[in-house]
């Protein structure tokens, strides 16, 4: 590699944050004999084991990930959170950023120790754009990360109404399953997000799906005490598909879980007389 003196030791450090486009052009541009320094910038990690392609992802310099990817260096290589220079691109916020990363050919559907993908990222933040530019390049909708959370899980789940409708007008399938037997529709009802609870009706998706303790959305919204969960039960109830006699793993209606619950109870009385000629 060639002996390095402490400037330029000092020069590679600098180098690695990702600040200062004019001393990396000045480094792509070493004559062979110097190229000692460019492979010591190159190979060098940070603290979290991330590169300087890595870095200048993570920064959102569109522009100096570029300069750094034509040298042909290996673009998938991990951090110590086993993420990518894609992961970075999306944690950056930079659409610039993102599309330079993407038509580099960044791997799509890379996982960190969360077996997160960069979709999985973009749906959690709430970045519609990136979401759609992943999706437009074919990362996977399907794709699940530890709990068996798809991307649609995970926006759903956070209440990311604009995020929900384009994954969904993607193509994402409504009742995939977590590995707790989870759909998109369980987590949004049992966070309170009624928008995402509408949206998820009216496209279709099973109201009475169970999950491991065969609970419906509408036994664990009943049981829940986030803001907005009473509009999310009007919202179930009202689509007139839900089986009120369904049972959990206690052998409990949703209804008789509501038990105690005033408020929750009203909107029982209300909504199933009106959608199931119920009295009350």
């Known amino acids: 590699m060639g002996h390095f003196n402490v400037a330029d030791e000092e020069k590679a450090?600098?180098?690695?944050?990702?600040?200062?486009?004019?001393?990396i052009r000045c480094l792509l541009e070493f004559p062979p004999a110097q190229?000692?320094?460019?492979?010591?910038?190159?190979?060098s990690r940070d603290q979290s084991g991330n590169t300087p392609l890595m870095v200048a992802a993570r920064q959102g310099h569109a522009s100096m990930l570029a300069m750094l990817a034509s040298q042909k260096v290996f673009l998938?290589?991990?951090n110590d959170a086993k993420q990518t220079v894609l992961h970075q691109a999306v944690l950056s916020h930079s659409i610039e950023t993102l599309e330079v990363a993407l038509r580099l050919g960044t791997e799509l559907d890379a996982r960190d120790v969360q077996d997160?993908?960069?979709?999985?990222?973009?749906?959690?933040?709430?970045?519609?754009?990136?979401?759609?530019?992943?999706?437009?390049?074919?990362?996977?909708?399907?794709?699940?990360?530890?709990?068996?959370?798809?991307?649609l899980h995970l926006a759903a789940e956070a209440g990311h109404l604009d995020v929900v409708r384009g994954i969904v007008a993607a193509g994402?399938?409504?009742?995939?399953e977590s590995k707790e037997g989870a759909t998109?529709?369980?987590?949004?009802?049992?966070?309170?997000?009624?928008?995402v609870v509408y949206v998820l009706i009216n496209q279709g998706t099973d109201v009475n799906a169970h999950d491991s303790t065969c609970s419906t959305p509408l036994h664990l919204a009943v049981t829940s005490e986030k803001n907005g969960i009473l509009s999310c039960i009007e919202k179930l109830l009202a689509s007139g598909r839900v089986n009120?006699?369904?049972?959990?793993?206690?052998?409990?209606?949703?209804?008789?879980?509501?038990h105690g619950r005033e408020d929750v109870l009203a909107v029982f009385k209300r909504t199933s007389k009106a959608q199931y000629g119920l009295g009350g």
């Open 184 to 195: 998109a529709l369980h987590l949004a009802a049992v966070w309170g997000h009624e928008a």
């Open 76 to 78: 998938n290589t991990k």
């Open 35 to 43: 190229k000692g320094l460019q492979k010591l910038f190159f190979d």
């Open 13 to 23: 450090r600098l180098l690695q944050n990702g600040s200062n486009a004019a001393l």
């Open 172 to 176: 994402a399938a409504l009742d995939d």
């Open 244 to 258: 009120l006699e369904l049972k959990d793993t206690m052998w409990k209606t949703a209804e008789e879980l509501a």
């Open 116 to 151: 997160w993908m960069p979709l999985h990222h973009a749906a959690e933040y709430n970045d519609l754009e990136a979401c759609g530019r992943l999706v437009g390049y074919k990362a996977s909708l399907s794709a699940k990360e530890s709990r068996g959370y798809t991307a």
